[in-house]
């Protein structure tokens, strides 16, 4: 009786589990698909809201609004907005002082849908034909306004670009940016091989500016990313993904920040999977593919945890008499496979070899995340940046 439970047991998380793979398999494979998506240029100059959230981000906010200001695009068609959250008044006053729009959000309902929604209501209409969201401490090139340009030119509603890490002084900064690189492989760029939107990520979005204005007055939740890609879903909107417009981001550099960051990401994905799992039967019946590929998507459990878990039912089926080991076997090695392919061939080096030994203190925070994920769902988490990290705090 008891072999036969544990059978069972097996069996089904086994389903779950090639489900989530098979689909992560197929898009890093798809990534890999020599196709690139190339937007005319354009005499058309359109009009950018560059928004700048910015929570007790003194360090950082100066440097990336200063980098931004040197666009290769006409000073005249866009606005930098920071919305300045908490932060000295010397920095704000250093702000002004470099052209930059001033928006207070409202203190006591504090969170980055809310500081959006605030910028959004003060901005006109008539001035503006897109916005762009991006983090404080973001970095972009000369080129970034000119190529959205010439994608919004020719008919995108919704884009984002090529986040990738701008730190690697941590195994945990190494380990994080890894991680966002096999999520531009699998959740944009393969998905945009195959003809279907990509993920937004957070920063370095760009939408239509009547579009977003009116959608994001309706997000109260922590994760407005996935609001937005849910709104944008239902409205049949695709999300263009620019791999060759690329913005730098600072990497969560301590394994204590990177479990309140995934803690925060965990809440929203699982609120934003109980919102969107009530629409399957809509999205069958009006053939809204991308949005049922979304909510699958949300159905996935962190890729930490399926490479804790894998590992973990191969070496229980060893022990374990009527239990074949041998699928549990080709089922990780698929997994490997696949996020190794997702992984670009510049990553590759000595520095990642050694960071990939501290995987299972990055397994029980995202574990320690798991648990308290409800925090996350109404609390406000910030993760600092622009720390200069200290001799292996970590």
């Given at each position: 009786?008891?072999?036969t439970?544990l059978?069972y047991i097996d069996?089904?998380?086994f389903?779950?589990?090639s489900l989530?793979?098979?689909?992560?398999s197929?898009?890093?494979?798809?990534?890999?698909?020599k196709?690139k998506?190339i937007?005319?240029?354009?005499e058309?100059?359109l009009?950018f809201a560059?928004?700048?959230?910015?929570?007790k981000?003194?360090?950082?906010?100066?440097?990336?609004?200063?980098r931004?200001?040197?666009q290769?695009?006409?000073?005249d068609k866009f606005?930098i907005?920071?919305?300045s959250d908490?932060m000295?008044?010397?920095?704000n006053?250093q702000?002004?002082?470099?052209?930059?729009s001033?928006?207070?959000?409202?203190?006591s309902?504090?969170?980055?849908a809310?500081?959006?929604?605030?910028?959004?209501?003060?901005l006109?209409?008539q001035?503006?034909?897109?916005?762009v969201?991006m983090?404080a401490?973001?970095i972009v090139?000369?080129?970034?306004?000119?190529?959205l340009?010439n994608a919004?030119?020719?008919g995108?509603?919704?884009i984002?670009?090529h986040?990738t890490?701008?730190?690697?002084?941590?195994?945990?900064?190494?380990?994080?940016?890894?991680?966002e690189e096999?999520?531009?492989?699998?959740?944009?760029?393969?998905?945009?091989?195959?003809?279907?939107p990509?993920?937004?990520?957070?920063s370095?979005?760009?939408?239509?500016?009547?579009?977003?204005?009116?959608?994001i007055?309706e997000?109260?939740?922590?994760g407005e990313?996935?609001f937005?890609?849910?709104?944008?879903?239902?409205?049949?909107i695709?999300?263009i993904?620019l791999e060759?417009v690329?913005?730098?981001?600072e990497?969560?550099?301590?394994?204590?920040d990177?479990?309140k960051?995934?803690?925060?990401?965990?809440?929203?994905?699982?609120?934003?999977?109980?919102l969107?799992?009530?629409?399957t039967?809509k999205?069958?019946?009006?053939?809204n593919?991308?949005l049922l590929?979304?909510?699958?998507?949300w159905s996935?459990?962190?890729?930490i945890i399926m490479?804790?878990?894998?590992?973990l039912f191969l070496?229980?089926?060893?022990?374990?008499a009527?239990?074949?080991s041998?699928?549990?076997f080709f089922?990780?090695?698929l997994?490997?496979?696949?996020?190794a392919l997702?992984?670009?061939?510049?990553?590759?080096?000595k520095q990642?070899l050694?960071?990939?030994?501290?995987?299972?203190?990055?397994?029980f925070?995202?574990?320690?995340?798991?648990i308290h994920?409800?925090?996350?769902?109404?609390?406000f988490?910030?993760?600092?940046?622009?720390?200069?990290p200290?001799d292996d705090?970590?």
């Open positions: 009786m008891l072999i439970i059978w069996f089904l998380f389903l779950a589990l989530w793979v098979c689909y992560v197929l898009f890093a494979f798809a990534s890999r698909i196709r998506v937007f005319p240029e354009t058309i100059s009009r560059i928004l700048f959230p910015a929570y981000e003194d360090n950082v906010i100066k440097e990336s609004v200063i931004f200001k040197e290769e695009y006409p000073a606005e907005v920071v919305i908490a000295e008044d010397n920095t006053d702000l002004r002082a470099l052209g930059v001033l928006i207070y959000p409202d203190e309902e504090r969170s980055k809310a500081a959006l929604t605030t910028a959004m209501s003060r006109d209409s001035l503006f034909d897109v916005v969201v983090d401490d973001n090139f000369p080129d970034f306004l000119s190529k340009n919004f030119a020719s995108a509603k919704a984002q670009t986040r890490a701008k730190n690697n002084a941590t195994t945990t900064a190494i380990l994080d940016g890894v991680s096999i999520n531009n492989s699998i959740f944009r760029l393969g998905h945009a091989r195959l003809g279907l990509a993920a937004l990520i957070g370095g979005m760009a939408f239509d500016f009547n579009w977003f204005k009116q959608r007055a997000i109260k939740s922590m990313d996935k937005l890609e849910y709104f944008l879903l239902l409205d049949r695709d999300t993904y060759d690329v913005i730098l981001d990497k969560i550099q301590y394994s204590d990177f479990s960051q995934r803690r925060r990401w965990i809440a929203s994905q699982i609120e934003i999977f109980c969107a799992i009530k629409q039967q999205a069958l019946v009006s053939r593919w991308a590929d979304k909510i699958f998507q996935m459990p962190p890729r490479l804790g878990i894998i590992p070496l229980t089926s060893l022990f374990v009527d239990i074949s041998l699928k549990w089922l990780i090695i997994y490997l496979t696949s996020l997702a992984i670009p061939k510049k990553l590759y080096t990642l050694l960071a990939i030994f501290t995987l299972p203190r990055i397994f925070a995202m574990i320690s995340s798991i994920f409800r925090s996350g769902r109404s609390t988490i910030h993760t600092k940046h622009g720390e200069v200290a705090k970590e």
